[in-house]
Protein backbone atom coordinates (compact mmCIF):
# COMPACT_ATOMS: atom_id res chain seq x y z
CA UNK A 1 0.00 0.00 0.00
CA UNK A 2 0.65 3.37 -1.34
CA UNK A 3 0.33 5.88 1.83
CA UNK A 4 -2.22 8.72 1.19
CA UNK A 5 -1.05 11.97 -0.35
CA UNK A 6 2.36 10.22 -1.48
CA UNK A 7 3.15 8.88 -4.99
CA UNK A 8 3.27 5.61 -6.05
CA UNK A 9 6.77 4.88 -6.44
CA UNK A 10 5.88 1.99 -9.39
CA UNK A 11 4.45 4.78 -11.32
CA UNK A 12 6.76 7.90 -10.52
CA UNK A 13 9.39 8.31 -8.77
CA UNK A 14 10.69 11.40 -6.57
CA UNK A 15 14.50 12.31 -5.91
CA UNK A 16 13.77 10.70 -2.76
CA UNK A 17 13.23 7.51 -3.80
CA UNK A 18 16.20 7.47 -6.02
CA UNK A 19 18.77 8.77 -3.01
CA UNK A 20 17.71 5.77 -1.36
CA UNK A 21 18.81 3.49 -4.04
CA UNK A 22 22.97 4.24 -3.61
CA UNK A 23 23.40 1.55 -0.40
CA UNK A 24 21.90 -1.24 -3.27
CA UNK A 25 24.79 0.38 -5.91
CA UNK A 26 27.26 -1.23 -3.87
CA UNK A 27 26.31 -4.73 -5.44
CA UNK A 28 27.39 -3.72 -8.68
CA UNK A 29 30.49 -2.74 -10.65
CA UNK A 30 31.19 -1.33 -14.14
CA UNK A 31 34.96 -1.51 -14.14
CA UNK A 32 36.46 -4.09 -16.39
CA UNK A 33 37.01 -7.08 -13.81
CA UNK A 34 33.83 -8.78 -14.08
CA UNK A 35 32.57 -12.04 -11.85
CA UNK A 36 32.85 -14.77 -14.18
CA UNK A 37 28.90 -15.47 -14.71
CA UNK A 38 28.48 -11.53 -15.45
CA UNK A 39 26.56 -11.11 -18.56
CA UNK A 40 29.62 -8.06 -19.58
CA UNK A 41 32.00 -11.20 -20.03
CA UNK A 42 29.66 -13.24 -21.98
CA UNK A 43 30.98 -14.76 -25.31
CA UNK A 44 29.32 -12.20 -27.85
CA UNK A 45 30.12 -9.55 -25.13
CA UNK A 46 33.11 -7.24 -25.21
CA UNK A 47 35.35 -7.02 -22.51
CA UNK A 48 34.76 -3.53 -20.51
CA UNK A 49 37.96 -1.25 -21.54
CA UNK A 50 38.16 0.50 -17.84
CA UNK A 51 40.26 3.80 -17.60
CA UNK A 52 42.38 4.72 -20.26
CA UNK A 53 46.14 5.44 -20.22
CA UNK A 54 48.09 9.12 -20.47
CA UNK A 55 51.32 9.31 -21.39
CA UNK A 56 54.34 9.82 -18.38
CA UNK A 57 57.61 10.67 -20.09
CA UNK A 58 60.37 7.83 -22.15
CA UNK A 59 63.50 6.51 -19.89
CA UNK A 60 66.07 3.93 -20.83
CA UNK A 61 65.06 0.29 -20.64
CA UNK A 62 65.29 -1.37 -17.27
CA UNK A 63 65.66 -5.15 -16.68
CA UNK A 64 62.38 -6.81 -16.24
CA UNK A 65 60.49 -3.65 -17.77
CA UNK A 66 57.70 -5.33 -20.17
CA UNK A 67 59.22 -5.59 -24.00
CA UNK A 68 55.98 -4.82 -25.36
CA UNK A 69 56.60 -0.69 -24.44
CA UNK A 70 59.73 -0.50 -26.04
CA UNK A 71 59.43 2.53 -28.22
CA UNK A 72 61.34 1.01 -31.47
CA UNK A 73 61.65 4.68 -33.33
CA UNK A 74 63.22 6.16 -30.61
CA UNK A 75 65.47 2.93 -29.99
CA UNK A 76 66.78 2.95 -33.37
CA UNK A 77 67.43 6.62 -33.48
CA UNK A 78 69.58 6.60 -30.27
CA UNK A 79 70.72 3.09 -30.28
CA UNK A 80 69.69 2.12 -27.03
CA UNK A 81 66.34 0.58 -25.73
CA UNK A 82 64.00 2.96 -24.38
CA UNK A 83 60.16 1.94 -22.98
CA UNK A 84 57.17 4.58 -22.54
CA UNK A 85 55.72 4.79 -19.23
CA UNK A 86 52.05 5.44 -19.19
CA UNK A 87 49.95 6.11 -15.72
CA UNK A 88 46.32 4.97 -15.56
CA UNK A 89 44.14 8.04 -15.86
CA UNK A 90 42.95 9.22 -12.75
CA UNK A 91 38.92 8.46 -13.56
CA UNK A 92 36.85 7.90 -16.65
CA UNK A 93 33.74 9.20 -17.54
CA UNK A 94 30.19 8.20 -17.82
CA UNK A 95 27.42 9.10 -19.77
CA UNK A 96 23.91 7.60 -19.10
CA UNK A 97 20.86 8.46 -21.41
CA UNK A 98 17.65 7.74 -20.13
CA UNK A 99 14.65 7.04 -22.07
CA UNK A 100 11.24 9.02 -20.18
CA UNK A 101 9.06 9.37 -23.21
CA UNK A 102 5.54 8.14 -23.57
CA UNK A 103 6.29 4.58 -24.48
CA UNK A 104 7.64 4.31 -21.34
CA UNK A 105 4.74 5.09 -19.17
CA UNK A 106 3.56 1.66 -19.65
CA UNK A 107 3.64 -1.32 -17.05
CA UNK A 108 1.06 -3.95 -16.22
CA UNK A 109 3.13 -6.23 -12.86
CA UNK A 110 5.18 -3.73 -10.76
CA UNK A 111 6.48 -0.61 -12.02
CA UNK A 112 6.08 1.58 -15.50
CA UNK A 113 8.85 0.90 -17.66
CA UNK A 114 10.00 4.42 -16.93
CA UNK A 115 10.82 3.86 -13.45
CA UNK A 116 12.83 0.59 -14.28
CA UNK A 117 15.19 2.85 -16.35
CA UNK A 118 15.09 5.92 -13.87
CA UNK A 119 15.89 3.57 -11.14
CA UNK A 120 18.59 1.43 -13.01
CA UNK A 121 19.97 4.84 -14.47
CA UNK A 122 20.26 6.03 -10.50
CA UNK A 123 22.06 2.69 -9.29
CA UNK A 124 24.57 2.67 -12.32
CA UNK A 125 24.80 6.63 -11.81
CA UNK A 126 25.81 5.71 -7.69
CA UNK A 127 28.32 3.11 -8.29
CA UNK A 128 30.17 4.50 -11.03
CA UNK A 129 30.27 8.14 -9.00
CA UNK A 130 31.88 5.75 -5.89
CA UNK A 131 34.37 3.94 -8.39
CA UNK A 132 35.96 7.67 -8.37
CA UNK A 133 34.64 8.36 -12.17
CA UNK A 134 32.73 11.77 -13.72
CA UNK A 135 29.26 10.58 -14.11
CA UNK A 136 26.72 12.67 -16.74
CA UNK A 137 23.42 12.08 -18.10
CA UNK A 138 21.25 13.04 -21.38
CA UNK A 139 17.93 12.86 -19.88
CA UNK A 140 15.03 12.35 -22.98
CA UNK A 141 11.28 12.83 -23.20
CA UNK A 142 9.25 13.23 -26.13
CA UNK A 143 10.04 16.88 -26.43
CA UNK A 144 13.04 17.27 -24.35
CA UNK A 145 16.44 16.53 -24.21
CA UNK A 146 18.84 17.84 -20.86
CA UNK A 147 22.36 17.24 -21.25
CA UNK A 148 24.53 17.06 -18.17
CA UNK A 149 28.07 16.84 -18.89
CA UNK A 150 30.30 14.23 -17.05
CA UNK A 151 31.73 15.96 -14.19
CA UNK A 152 33.76 14.13 -10.71
CA UNK A 153 31.46 16.18 -7.77
CA UNK A 154 28.13 14.91 -5.83
CA UNK A 155 26.56 18.10 -6.58
CA UNK A 156 26.75 17.10 -10.53
CA UNK A 157 25.25 13.78 -9.28
CA UNK A 158 22.45 15.14 -7.47
CA UNK A 159 21.40 17.37 -10.39
CA UNK A 160 21.81 14.10 -12.90
CA UNK A 161 18.64 12.46 -10.29
CA UNK A 162 16.67 15.52 -10.29
CA UNK A 163 17.00 15.66 -13.81
CA UNK A 164 16.07 12.36 -14.43
CA UNK A 165 12.93 12.57 -10.89
CA UNK A 166 11.62 15.65 -12.79
CA UNK A 167 11.08 13.73 -16.48
CA UNK A 168 9.52 10.75 -14.53
CA UNK A 169 7.39 12.44 -13.47
CA UNK A 170 6.28 14.13 -15.49
CA UNK A 171 4.88 11.43 -17.37
CA UNK A 172 1.21 11.31 -17.41
CA UNK A 173 -1.35 8.89 -19.38
CA UNK A 174 -3.35 12.40 -20.26
CA UNK A 175 -1.08 14.35 -21.58
CA UNK A 176 -0.56 15.14 -25.46
CA UNK A 177 2.46 14.65 -27.47
CA UNK A 178 2.66 16.23 -30.91
CA UNK A 179 5.90 14.93 -31.85
CA UNK A 180 7.92 12.34 -30.42
CA UNK A 181 12.08 12.76 -30.49
CA UNK A 182 13.35 9.41 -32.07
CA UNK A 183 16.04 7.49 -30.03
CA UNK A 184 18.54 9.29 -32.70
CA UNK A 185 18.13 12.51 -31.17
CA UNK A 186 20.03 11.57 -27.80
CA UNK A 187 22.33 9.52 -29.24
CA UNK A 188 23.66 11.94 -31.82
CA UNK A 189 23.77 14.43 -28.50
CA UNK A 190 26.01 11.82 -27.00
CA UNK A 191 28.09 11.46 -30.17
CA UNK A 192 28.87 15.08 -30.03
CA UNK A 193 29.83 14.91 -26.24
CA UNK A 194 31.41 11.39 -26.09
CA UNK A 195 35.19 11.27 -26.24
CA UNK A 196 37.67 8.31 -26.69
CA UNK A 197 37.37 6.12 -23.89
CA UNK A 198 34.01 7.11 -22.02
CA UNK A 199 31.25 4.51 -20.43
CA UNK A 200 28.02 4.73 -22.50
CA UNK A 201 24.73 3.09 -20.85
CA UNK A 202 21.68 3.46 -22.82
CA UNK A 203 18.59 2.39 -20.91
CA UNK A 204 15.05 2.44 -23.18
CA UNK A 205 12.79 0.30 -24.84
CA UNK A 206 14.38 0.84 -28.08
CA UNK A 207 10.97 2.44 -29.95
CA UNK A 208 11.30 4.53 -32.76
CA UNK A 209 14.83 3.15 -33.99
CA UNK A 210 16.06 2.46 -37.75
CA UNK A 211 18.93 2.00 -39.26
CA UNK A 212 20.59 5.44 -38.31
CA UNK A 213 20.23 4.24 -34.40
CA UNK A 214 22.63 1.25 -35.56
CA UNK A 215 24.97 3.29 -37.42
CA UNK A 216 25.09 5.70 -34.13
CA UNK A 217 25.63 3.12 -31.59
CA UNK A 218 28.02 1.58 -33.74
CA UNK A 219 29.84 4.82 -33.87
CA UNK A 220 29.96 5.40 -30.35
CA UNK A 221 31.21 1.85 -29.55
CA UNK A 222 34.27 2.13 -31.86
CA UNK A 223 36.19 4.04 -29.24
CA UNK A 224 33.82 4.07 -26.46
CA UNK A 225 32.64 1.13 -23.86
CA UNK A 226 28.63 0.80 -24.93
CA UNK A 227 26.17 -0.97 -22.85
CA UNK A 228 22.48 -1.51 -23.52
CA UNK A 229 19.49 -1.68 -21.33
CA UNK A 230 16.56 -3.17 -23.41
CA UNK A 231 13.58 -2.63 -20.92
CA UNK A 232 10.59 -4.27 -22.05
CA UNK A 233 7.22 -5.39 -20.08
CA UNK A 234 6.30 -9.18 -19.78
CA UNK A 235 2.56 -8.25 -21.97
CA UNK A 236 4.79 -7.30 -24.64
CA UNK A 237 6.51 -10.89 -25.08
CA UNK A 238 3.43 -13.18 -24.22
CA UNK A 239 -0.07 -11.56 -23.60
CA UNK A 240 -2.85 -13.42 -21.29
CA UNK A 241 -5.47 -15.12 -22.62
CA UNK A 242 -7.63 -12.54 -20.02
CA UNK A 243 -5.60 -9.56 -20.47
CA UNK A 244 -7.83 -6.64 -21.18
CA UNK A 245 -6.65 -2.72 -21.71
CA UNK A 246 -6.65 0.22 -23.05
CA UNK A 247 -3.51 2.23 -23.88
CA UNK A 248 -3.28 5.78 -24.61
CA UNK A 249 -0.78 8.38 -25.41
CA UNK A 250 -2.70 11.31 -24.27
CA UNK A 251 -4.08 12.02 -27.35
CA UNK A 252 -4.87 8.72 -28.90
CA UNK A 253 -5.90 5.46 -27.47
CA UNK A 254 -6.60 1.72 -28.33
CA UNK A 255 -7.89 -1.49 -26.86
CA UNK A 256 -5.64 -4.40 -26.20
CA UNK A 257 -7.46 -7.27 -25.79
CA UNK A 258 -5.30 -10.47 -25.66
CA UNK A 259 -8.11 -12.48 -26.46
CA UNK A 260 -8.25 -11.13 -30.12
CA UNK A 261 -5.39 -12.82 -31.99
CA UNK A 262 -4.42 -10.28 -34.48
CA UNK A 263 -3.93 -7.65 -31.47
CA UNK A 264 -1.56 -10.17 -29.42
CA UNK A 265 0.33 -11.04 -32.34
CA UNK A 266 0.98 -7.51 -33.13
CA UNK A 267 1.74 -6.14 -29.52
CA UNK A 268 4.37 -9.33 -29.76
CA UNK A 269 6.31 -8.57 -32.43
CA UNK A 270 6.60 -5.34 -32.11
CA UNK A 271 8.52 -5.85 -28.63
CA UNK A 272 10.02 -8.72 -30.03
CA UNK A 273 11.67 -6.88 -33.31
CA UNK A 274 12.81 -4.08 -30.24
CA UNK A 275 14.91 -6.34 -28.38
CA UNK A 276 15.98 -8.66 -31.18
CA UNK A 277 17.59 -5.61 -32.79
CA UNK A 278 19.39 -4.81 -29.93
CA UNK A 279 20.42 -8.13 -29.21
CA UNK A 280 21.74 -8.48 -33.23
CA UNK A 281 23.90 -5.64 -32.40
CA UNK A 282 25.99 -8.01 -29.59
CA UNK A 283 26.05 -10.25 -32.54
CA UNK A 284 27.71 -8.44 -34.77
CA UNK A 285 29.79 -5.58 -32.61
CA UNK A 286 29.89 -7.07 -29.55
CA UNK A 287 28.11 -4.18 -27.25
CA UNK A 288 26.70 -6.28 -24.21
CA UNK A 289 22.92 -6.11 -23.66
CA UNK A 290 21.47 -6.40 -20.21
CA UNK A 291 17.67 -6.54 -20.79
CA UNK A 292 15.67 -5.34 -17.89
CA UNK A 293 11.79 -6.27 -17.32
CA UNK A 294 9.25 -4.02 -15.56
CA UNK A 295 8.24 -6.85 -13.39
CA UNK A 296 10.69 -7.49 -11.35
CA UNK A 297 12.30 -5.49 -8.64
CA UNK A 298 15.32 -3.30 -10.65
CA UNK A 299 18.40 -4.26 -8.77
CA UNK A 300 18.21 -8.02 -7.86
CA UNK A 301 17.80 -8.28 -12.16
CA UNK A 302 21.27 -5.91 -12.46
CA UNK A 303 22.91 -8.53 -9.87
CA UNK A 304 21.78 -11.27 -11.67
CA UNK A 305 22.59 -9.96 -14.72
CA UNK A 306 26.48 -9.34 -13.33
CA UNK A 307 26.93 -12.54 -11.96
CA UNK A 308 26.87 -10.96 -8.46
CA UNK A 309 25.86 -13.90 -5.35
CA UNK A 310 22.73 -13.25 -3.52
CA UNK A 311 21.14 -11.83 -6.33
CA UNK A 312 17.22 -13.05 -6.28
Known amino acids: MVAKGTSDPRIHVDLAHLRRLAGGARNISFLPRQPARSA ?176 LIRQLSLHNDVILFPITDPTGLKLPDDFRIVASDGDLQVELDGRETATTRSVQEIVSARLGRAIGWTRKYGIPVLPLTCDRETLPQIMDLMGVRGAR
Open 40 to 215: LNGRHASRLRGRGLNFEELRNYQVGDDPRTIDWKVTARTGEPYVRVYTEERDRPALLLVDQRMTMFYGTQMNMKSVTAAEAAALAAFRIRAQGDRVGGIVFTDDHIAELRPKASNAALNRLLSVIAGANSALNAERTVARTLSLNDPLEAAARIATTGMLILVFSDFAETDDRTER
